[in-house]
Each structure stands twice: as structure tokens, then as C-alpha cells.
């Protein structure tokens, strides 16, 4: 395949670069005729070629190679240029797409990586481009289905950090396994006229992690106090605001990395429909890792602290803050614990009408509830008599015990 790199004159060279890998989805498939290939093929050739970002930006910057039912595009400058570049796609496609029967349609799925690549010259002398940064492109498309705009961790994340617009329409999916057992996190880029709002349907890995990771924990984590605050915007839907605050000891020799979070609701959710944000204790947003579990109840991610936590390092206390939005449809929100915890307190702020929430200690291997002999202090919201704060706090909490606040 000829690679067109005009302005490169160096016969081979190692870049970096922003890449884009754009495929037909079903192209191959045999009940297509050789002749509608062909045209499909044509269409997303002149589509690409009257995209504004392919248009304008410099030839020198940008590295071309068609791919048969397809093309890879390398950007050299602008980290954003793929992303605008495949949203510009999408946009003309649909237009394109409109007055065709089904089978005249074109349909492409986009995959969205920064890395390196290497520009070599081939047998024949032509230039052409290989290398981790194209190949890791390739098989972030290759996860997608029909419509999905897929872009690598790196990419996504360079992107979310330029502007709130980007963190808006890029958002996490979860883990995928690709060739060799390789795990990359997914990120999926949508919006109201471009991209597919669906999970990709192909080698997702959703293995918990959770039990095993609080077992190591426990060797290496204490909780000196876990705050949740829970704001009730709804009483009909149970809409609830939770602030989960976790300050954070470390009691093992080895300093500690990220953390392991694990959420469970009561209503079918999506990753990216929870609203979930997680900052450290200066505010500062923490980078999810990993999503190795995206079930319609059931989510575990992990996050990476900027800095370590290094045992008996002194300072200021260290914590982190993860915020989310979900229905609690069963009228209750139970916390387990599974690492030791000093002291635990739990703030709710909920409609009037509703009343405080009864607390029981919930005994899981047994499946016994009892109503704790402590409850809840209430006291009427500042803001007016509309609200009530309920308050509750235990301390020497010891892993294992799980405490449900129930208002049904």
C-alpha cells in the first residue's frame, strides 16, 4: 500500500502521531455485490476528501494509507484532528445515507489511538507506515459496531483534558480484550449527530475483581473515616446525589497506587449514565484506569492516585471523593464494609415528607436484619422547613459488617 507523506523526506523515521482508522461495516459481507463495493468505497473516499479537517490541514502533516475497505489516517499535529476529523464523517455520511435503501448505504466504524509508528520504505521503494501507535488504532475499530467513534485510553484522556466539551462526548465504556489477551480500556465518542451511544458487543472482559482486591487491601488499607452523603432530589424516583468520601492510611511497606471502586444499584444503568466523577483531597480529577465491570447493576473501576500513598508519611490526611447520580428504587441504600473503617458517618438529606430513615445492621451470612440500637440525630434543613438532615456515625467498624438506611 502507497503511503502519501508528501514534505517527508527522511526514508525511514520513527513519529508519533495521531491516528485514525476508519473501516466499512459489512462490506465483505458476500450478498454485496462487487460493483457496490466498490461505490461504497468511492463515497467514503470523496466524503473523507471533503471533510474540513482532512481538507485544510497540510499535506506534510498528515499521513495517508488506504487500507481496501478503508483508510488510516496519521495525524502529525493537533491531538483533537481524528475526533473532529471522525465526527465531520459521521455528520456527512448520515446525509448521504437518507435518500439510500439500506444495501446502497455506508456505515463505518472509527478507532481513535495516539502513539509511535515507524514511516518505512517498502519492497517496491513506495513509503508506508507500521508500527504499536496504528496497530493499537486498528484494534480499537476493529472492538466497534456499526457507528461507534472508539478511542484508546491515551487518546481519550489527552482529549478530555483540553476542554469540558471533550469530557461531555467521550466517555469511558469499559475493559475489551484484544489479540494476545492485551486489556485496554474503551472510550466511546458520541453525541446527537454522530457516534453510537450503545456498548460495543465484542470481547468485552468483565471479570470482578472486587473480592480479591479487598482482600489485599486489607493488608495494606485502613480507613481512618469514610463520610456518604446522600442528597434524595426525587422521593418519587429515588433520584439520589451521592458524596462518598474515603480518607486513606496506608499500613503496608508498599506505597499504594490506585484504588479499586466498586458500585451496585438497584436500577439498570449504564457507566457513563451514573455521572461519576472522583477527585483526590485538592480537588483534582483522578484517572480511571480500568472499567472491568459495566453490568446493568454492578459496576467496579479503577482509579489511579497523581501521587502515591506512602506509609507513615506525614502531611495532610489523604482521601478521595467519588460523586454519582442513581435512582434507589428499593426505597434503601446499604454500605459494606470490607476493610476496617475507624469511623463512618453518613449524612442524608431527603424531602420532609419522607421522614428519617430507620437504620439495621444487616448480618450477610445469615441474611438477618435487626434495627440498630443507635439511630439516626435529624435535624431540619437551614434552608427551610421543605427538607430534613438525618445524620447517623459509627465507629470501629470492623470488615465485614454492612448497615442498611431504609426508608420503606
Same mark, same amino acid.
Given at each position: 500500500?502507497?503511503?502519501?507523506?508528501?514534505?517527508?523526506?527522511?526514508?525511514?523515521?520513527?513519529? *508519533?502521531?495521531?491516528?485514525?482508522?476508519?473501516?466499512?461495516?459489512?462490506?465483505?459481507?458476500?450478498?454485496?455485490?462487487?460493483?457496490?463495493?466498490?461505490?461504497?468505497?468511492?463515497?467514503?473516499?470523496?466524503?473523507?476528501?471533503?471533510?474540513?479537517?482532512?481538507?485544510?490541514?497540510?499535506?506534510?502533516?498528515?499521513?495517508?494509507?488506504?487500507?481496501?475497505?478503508? #483508510?488510516?489516517?496519521?495525524?502529525?499535529? &493537533?491531538?483533537?484532528?481524528?475526533?473532529?476529523?471522525?465526527?465531520?464523517?459521521? @455528520?456527512?455520511?448520515?446525509?448521504?445515507?437518507?435518500? %439510500?435503501?439500506?444495501?446502497?448505504?455506508?456505515?463505518?466504524?472509527?478507532?481513535?489511538?495516539?502513539?509511535?509508528?515507524?514511516?518505512?520504505?517498502?519492497?517496491?521503494?513506495?513509503?508506508?507506515?507500521?508500527?504499536? &501507535?496504528?496497530?493499537?488504532?486498528?484494534?480499537?475499530?476493529?472492538?466497534?459496531?456499526?457507528? *461507534?467513534?472508539?478511542?484508546?485510553?491515551?487518546?481519550?484522556?489527552?482529549?478530555?483534558?483540553?476542554?469540558? =466539551?471533550?469530557?461531555?462526548?467521550?466517555?469511558?465504556?469499559?475493559?475489551?480484550?484484544?489479540? *494476545?489477551?492485551?486489556?485496554?480500556?474503551?472510550?466511546?465518542?458520541?453525541?446527537?449527530?454522530?457516534?453510537?451511544?450503545?456498548?460495543?458487543?465484542?470481547?468485552?472482559?468483565?471479570?470482578?475483581?472486587?473480592?480479591? @482486591?479487598?482482600? %489485599?487491601?486489607? %493488608?495494606?488499607?485502613?480507613?481512618?473515616?469514610?463520610?456518604?452523603?446522600?442528597?434524595?432530589?426525587?422521593?418519587?424516583? #429515588?433520584?439520589?446525589?451521592?458524596?462518598?468520601?474515603?480518607?486513606? =492510611?496506608?499500613?503496608?511497606?508498599?506505597?499504594?497506587?490506585?484504588?479499586? *471502586?466498586?458500585?451496585?444499584?438497584?436500577? @439498570?444503568?449504564?457507566?457513563?449514565?451514573?455521572?461519576?466523577?472522583?477527585?483526590?483531597?485538592?480537588?483534582?480529577?483522578?484517572?480511571?484506569?480500568?472499567?472491568?465491570?459495566?453490568?446493568?447493576?454492578?459496576?467496579?473501576?479503577?482509579?489511579?492516585?497523581?501521587?502515591?500513598?506512602?506509609?507513615? %508519611?506525614? &502531611?495532610?490526611?489523604?482521601?478521595?471523593?467519588?460523586?454519582?447520580?442513581?435512582? @434507589?428504587?428499593?426505597?434503601?441504600?446499604?454500605?459494606?464494609?470490607?476493610?476496617?473503617?475507624?469511623?463512618?458517618?453518613?449524612?442524608?438529606?431527603?424531602?420532609?415528607? #419522607?421522614?428519617?430513615?430507620?437504620?439495621?445492621?444487616?448480618?450477610?451470612?445469615?441474611?438477618?436484619?435487626?434495627?440498630?440500637?443507635?439511630?439516626?440525630?435529624? #435535624?431540619?434543613?437551614?434552608?427551610?422547613?421543605?427538607?430534613?438532615?438525618?445524620?447517623?456515625?459509627?465507629?470501629?467498624?470492623?470488615?465485614?459488617?454492612?448497615?442498611?438506611?431504609?426508608?420503606?
Amino acid at each position: 500500500m502507497t503511503l502519501k507523506t508528501s514534505g517527508i523526506s527522511r526514508p525511514s523515521s520513527i513519529i *508519533h502521531a495521531n491516528f485514525f482508522f476508519v473501516d466499512i461495516v459489512g462490506l465483505s459481507d458476500p450478498v454485496t455485490s462487487t460493483k457496490t463495493q466498490i461505490k461504497k468505497i468511492e463515497t467514503l473516499n470523496n466524503t473523507m476528501t471533503d471533510c474540513a479537517t482532512f481538507k485544510f490541514t497540510p499535506r506534510d502533516t498528515k499521513l495517508v494509507m488506504p487500507t481496501g475497505d478503508g #483508510m488510516l489516517i496519521g495525524f502529525l499535529q &493537533g491531538p483533537e484532528l481524528p475526533l473532529n476529523l471522525a465526527i465531520e464523517l459521521h @455528520e456527512k455520511l448520515a446525509k448521504y445515507n437518507k435518500a %439510500k435503501l439500506p444495501s446502497e448505504t455506508v456505515r463505518v466504524r472509527i478507532g481513535i489511538h495516539s502513539g509511535p509508528a515507524f514511516v518505512v520504505n517498502d519492497i517496491l521503494n513506495n513509503r508506508n507506515i507500521w508500527g504499536p &501507535g496504528i496497530i493499537i488504532a486498528r484494534r480499537v475499530m476493529d472492538i466497534g459496531d456499526d457507528g *461507534h467513534i472508539l478511542l484508546s485510553a491515551r487518546a481519550a484522556e489527552d482529549l478530555r483534558e483540553l476542554s469540558d =466539551q471533550y469530557k461531555q462526548i467521550i466517555r469511558p465504556v469499559h475493559d475489551f480484550t484484544i489479540k *494476545h489477551g492485551q486489556t485496554l480500556l474503551i472510550y466511546s465518542a458520541y453525541g446527537k449527530d454522530f457516534g453510537n451511544p450503545r456498548p460495543p458487543t465484542k470481547g468485552s472482559y468483565q471479570r470482578s475483581k472486587l473480592n480479591s @482486591e479487598i482482600i %489485599k487491601s486489607r %493488608k495494606t488499607t485502613l480507613y481512618p473515616l469514610i463520610e456518604v452523603e446522600m442528597y434524595i432530589k426525587d422521593s418519587k424516583s #429515588m433520584l439520589t446525589h451521592y458524596k462518598r468520601i474515603y480518607e486513606i =492510611q496506608n499500613i503496608s511497606d508498599n506505597p499504594i497506587n490506585e484504588v479499586l *471502586h466498586g458500585i451496585a444499584t438497584d436500577t @439498570e444503568k449504564s457507566f457513563s449514565e451514573l455521572n461519576i466523577k472522583i477527585y483526590d483531597e485538592n480537588n483534582k480529577p483522578l484517572k480511571i484506569s480500568s472499567i472491568n465491570v459495566d453490568k446493568p447493576y454492578q459496576k467496579e473501576f479503577t482509579s489511579i492516585f497523581s501521587r502515591p500513598i506512602i506509609k507513615g %508519611k506525614k &502531611g495532610p490526611r489523604r482521601y478521595f471523593v467519588l460523586e454519582y447520580e442513581v435512582e @434507589e428504587s428499593e426505597g434503601y441504600f446499604e454500605n459494606y464494609f470490607g476493610i476496617n473503617c475507624r469511623k463512618f458517618v453518613i449524612t442524608i438529606n431527603n424531602p420532609r415528607h #419522607m421522614g428519617s430513615p430507620k437504620v439495621y445492621v444487616v448480618n450477610l451470612e445469615s441474611d438477618e436484619i435487626k434495627l440498630s440500637k443507635v439511630q439516626p440525630v435529624v #435535624m431540619v434543613n437551614e434552608d427551610g422547613n421543605e427538607r430534613i438532615i438525618a445524620r447517623w456515625v459509627k465507629q470501629d467498624i470492623i470488615q465485614g459488617q454492612s448497615f442498611r438506611f431504609q426508608w420503606k
